[in-house]
């Protein structure tokens, strides 16, 4: 089917260095592709310097007194002084 000639050329272009360099390149990409995926895939470990602390809230032993039936918050007016 194919001859000599076209044997010949196809040897060439598959051994020349741009060809060569162009697989070379695709296979690492690829390999670098799927240790991403890899990465990405797995499930996370929890690490113990990534942990959050649990930040205690305080603790209200009563509730503050509500002073009702005066208006006044205590505050004078510097204005008038």
Do not use: C, H
Not at 51 to 76: C, H, Q, W
């Amino acid at each position: 089917m194919f001859t000599g000639d076209i044997r010949s050329i196809l040897a060439q272009v598959i051994t020349s260095w741009q060809v060569l360099v162009a697989t070379i390149v695709l296979i690492f990409y690829i390999f670098l592709v799927n240790y991403v995926s890899r990465l990405r895939d797995r499930p996370a470990k929890p690490s113990k310097s990534k942990r959050k602390r649990k930040i205690p809230k305080p603790k209200f032993t009563s509730a503050p007194e509500i002073v009702s039936g005066d208006d006044d918050l205590g505050l004078e007016d510097s204005a008038n002084q």
